[in-house]
């Protein structure tokens, strides 16, 4: 059970693209990565239920094993601040007992006992439980999870051995600063909002939390017509439908699910927030508000994100880990909410070059916004992003939270086709004018490190 997920960032065009990306050739140079990666995207279907509730197929009958996922559109965003964590918390607790299902070993050896894997994971904006179990046990998979999700026990005793839990949990991200680096940007990014705090919660929320607050909360967010169930592999629609539909129980009084608060505008100045720590490197994050997922640019801040830094080609692993030697790790990111996103870096680097680092990080920023994209660049940063695309339908986990996510959150399915061609679309123009764009907003930066001033971070950003 997490709090982030590699599952939930399979929602590409949605979520995230993250880690490193791409080199600058000369006009002169052959265009290499110019063939399309061969396609055959799966098909889907979508049903909405008389309940609300919406299922999505995606028939692949030659895979041996299926995925199910029943997402709902809750996170932490939802949360006020006193009740801060409840989304994450609560999806712990639905692990630890159901009517039929009895206590966490039993539900537990019910899927490991076939060789399956089950999980969950809490974001922002959604909620996802997921099973992963060979073709024949699809029967055992929806009868897991919906006792899990329909009938918990949230037995009063196992919510404080589990709050206990939860609390390590807290305490290990914040002892990894590679990990809290980052939710240390995003508090920077969107200070005192939802946006901007852990998704788990902080230690004194997180124990002031009681089981009415979770059934409340249950009540209130866990809806029907708050649910989507995405199902991949060598089932058709029908047989999907059917298997579902008798575990989907209603909840609530008939009233609208809580919405979230609007996001707050990216930071006037330039702003360092420093957690000065006794570490062997320093950890830096840095970076601005982006598009979000709703935005006509989401796929143009994916091209400019290959660019930067996906993968071992990108110019900022070409550029502060291959010439200059500063970082082993280095990449950049997107994620991408309903109504903002962000662009970020990472960097982990010797205290003593931390500085000198940022302003190299800085240094390609600014090239993105005084340099258009040369054709060969740009056509390889597409075909990185669309292969990566295209080879994740090889797996079911894959697919069910493509299709999925994208109903969940966007109320819209955008085929695997149709984001390509807009992949395929984005022009060297666009990607200057969106990054011209960002970078006249003021950079953001986290820092982790054993240092007692912000002023040499502030003067690169500045």
């Known amino acids: 059970m997490l709090r982030h997920t590699n599952t939930l960032l399979d929602i590409v065009p949605l979520i995230n693209t993250a880690r490193p990306g791409s080199k600058s050739a000369k006009a002169s140079a052959p265009l290499r990565y110019t063939q399309l990666v061969p396609q055959s995207p799966p098909n889907?279907?979508?049903?909405t239920l008389a309940t609300g509730a919406r299922v999505v197929s995606t028939e692949l009958a030659d895979r041996p094993s299926i995925t199910m996922a029943i997402m709902f559109k809750v996170g932490s965003r939802y949360e006020s601040d006193q009740e801060a964590g409840i989304s994450h918390f609560l999806e712990h607790m639905f692990f630890k007992?159901?009517?039929?299902?009895g206590g966490a070993k039993q539900i537990a050896e019910a899927i490991e006992g076939v060789g399956g894997v089950l999980n969950a994971a809490t974001d922002k904006e959604l909620t996802m439980y997921w099973a992963r179990v060979p073709k024949t046990k699809a029967k055992l998979a929806i009868d897991v999870l919906g006792d899990m999700l329909f009938q918990p026990l949230l037995d009063p005793g196992e919510l404080e051995k589990e709050r206990l839990v939860v609390l390590e949990e807290l305490r290990m991200y914040q002892d990894s600063p590679q990990e809290y680096v980052h939710s240390l940007f995003e508090q920077i990014s969107w200070p005192n909002h939802p946006l901007g705090r852990d998704v788990g919660g902080t230690e004194a929320s997180v124990r002031a939390l009681t089981r009415d607050d979770l059934l409340r909360y249950l009540e209130e967010h866990y809806l029907l017509r708050n649910l989507v169930v995405t199902i991949a592999g060598p089932v058709t629609h029908d047989e999907a439908i059917g298997l579902i539909e008798p575990y989907l129980k209603p909840r609530g009084n008939g009233a609208a699910p809580p919405s979230f608060l609007p996001s707050i505008?990216?930071?006037?100045?330039?702003?360092?927030?420093?957690?000065?720590k006794k570490t062997e490197q320093a950890h830096v994050c840095l970076g601005v508000h982006a598009p979000s997922y709703m935005d006509k640019d989401r796929h143009v801040i994916d091209i400019l994100n290959c660019v930067l830094g996906e993968g071992m080609s990108s110019r900022l692993f070409l550029e502060v880990r291959e010439k200059l030697g500063l970082a082993y790790d280095v990449h950049s990111f997107v994620n991408k909410m309903y109504d903002t996103g962000v662009l970020g870096v990472y960097a982990g680097t010797e205290p003593r070059q931390a500085a000198r680092a940022v302003g190299a990080i800085v240094g390609q920023l600014r090239r993105l916004c005084d340099e258009p994209v040369d054709a060969a660049e740009l056509t390889k940063a597409k075909e990185f992003y669309k292969g990566r695309l295209l080879l994740q339908m090889e797996s079911t986990n894959s697919v069910a939270t493509w299709y999925g996510g994208?109903?969940?959150l966007t109320g819209k399915i955008q085929d695997v086709d149709?984001?390509?061609?807009?992949i395929d679309a984005v022009t060297a123009d666009d990607v200057r004018r969106i990054a011209r764009e960002l970078f006249s907003q003021a950079l953001q930066l986290a820092v982790i490190g054993p240092f007692r001033s912000e002023a040499p971070f502030l003067k690169q950003i500045g």
Do not use: I, M
């Open 44 to 47: 889907y279907r979508l049903d």
């Open 97 to 101: 007992g159901s009517a039929r299902y």
């Open 265 to 276: 505008g990216n930071g006037q100045r330039p702003g360092v927030l420093l957690k000065s």
């Open 406 to 408: 994208q109903e969940a």
């Open 418 to 422: 149709e984001t390509v061609a807009e």
